[in-house]
């Protein structure tokens, strides 16, 4: 059997908006493609991929293995950081409040590897790489 | 979130103190029950939940109500939550060989992928977290990795729990390596092995519920 990966740009994840780039994401994933993107979803939205994983698993697609690797920020950088995530929560209060969803919010500089589990057997993980065995 | 430590501070000073929302989380047979019922039983005699070898025996949020801890003369009243194991992959094959019927391991990774999501839902009701970690596996998974940026993000504080070192195998340092800008503690759950430096973190660390 062969392993198709797909490699894809950050840029184009960006363009989607939140809840079509996951749903993107677990498709590619479930049709048995090992997706890899020069970018690093924000915590929370990794915490909803692995809750969506969750809503799709079934007998043929038992879950997701996902590895990333965050450029860290320091100083000015971090800071502007964080403002940007309090701007997204407070645009995401103010959307909930009138019913229109809120949906962009940019992906951080890094790398990801999101697979299939039942391909990736283990992914070993250090500070500033990861490994990835595989069993096709 | 500055807010919420101003919050906690304007709560904790004209006294609208309630209780600590503490939850439990972290992978699958990292010992979190068997932390929940060591809390519960120090403090109430009572247990928890069950625990066993088999992955995600804790499928549902399990709560111990008011469990009341002493430290250093006051009283902390804790809500103690015993979350399921987080997880990205749940394969109903991975408990045949538990001796389950194929029915049986099926109903069973359906409930564990409830779980997951009740887990990440109740990360929004929890006012502090013990992540426990198993001190003989390698800290470094994604798992406790998006779990942390996701308490950082929501300001909770966390106290990281370096569980099982009354095992051979078991290098507590590696958890303080790779996550050097947290309090760790380093128990055996299981043993009750420095209980007391736990209470301490935790009558330091927590922030109360409002």
């Known amino acids: 059997m062969k392993l198709k990966f797909n490699f894809i740009s950050s840029s184009a994840l960006d363009e989607k908006p939140r809840s079509k780039r996951l749903s993107f994401i677990l498709n590619t994933v479930k049709d048995g493609t090992i997706l890899v993107t020069d970018g690093v979803l924000k915590a929370d939205e990794e915490m909803d991929l692995i809750r969506e994983t969750m809503r799709r698993v079934d007998d043929g697609f038992p879950g997701i293995e996902v590895a990333s690797l965050k450029k860290p920020t320091k100083g000015v950088q971090s800071v502007l950081e964080k403002m940007t995530d309090q701007k997204e929560r407070i645009q995401n209060l103010i959307s909930g409040i009138t019913g229109s969803p809120f949906e962009k919010s940019s992906l951080r500089t890094g790398i990801t590897l999101i697979g299939p589990a039942k391909f990736i057997k283990r992914i070993k993980k250090n500070p500033n790489s990861f490994s990835v065995l595989t069993e096709v | ?210």
């Open chain 2, 1 to 210: 979130m500055p807010f919420g430590k101003f919050f906690d501070w304007f709560y904790t000073f004209f006294g609208f103190r309630k209780t600590v929302r503490l939850g439990i989380y972290g992978s699958v047979n990292v010992g979190k029950t068997t932390l929940a019922n060591r809390i519960s039983k120090d403090w109430t005699g009572e247990e928890v939940g069950k625990v066993s070898h088999i992955p995600h025996e804790t499928r549902f949020v399990q709560k111990k109500e008011k469990v009341m801890i002493k430290q250093d003369g006051k009283n902390l009243t804790i809500n103690l939550l015993d979350m399921p194991g987080l997880a990205t992959k749940i394969d109903y094959r991975s408990f045949l060989k538990y001796g389950f019927s194929k029915r049986a391991a099926k109903q069973r990774a359906r409930e564990a992928t409830d779980g997951v999501i009740e887990a990440i839902k109740w990360l929004n009701n929890v006012d502090t977290v013990l992540a426990v970690m198993d001190a003989t596996q390698d800290p470094l998974t994604q798992v406790n990795i998006t779990l942390l940026g996701n308490l950082e993000a929501k300001d909770i504080p966390v106290i990281l729990i370096a569980n099982k070192i009354d095992k051979k195998r078991a290098r507590p340092d590696s958890i303080r390596e790779a996550f050097p800008q947290y309090p760790v503690v380093e128990i055996s759950a299981l043993k009750g092995k420095n209980m007391d430096e736990l209470y301490e973190a935790i009558a330091k660390y927590s922030r109360r519920g409002r």
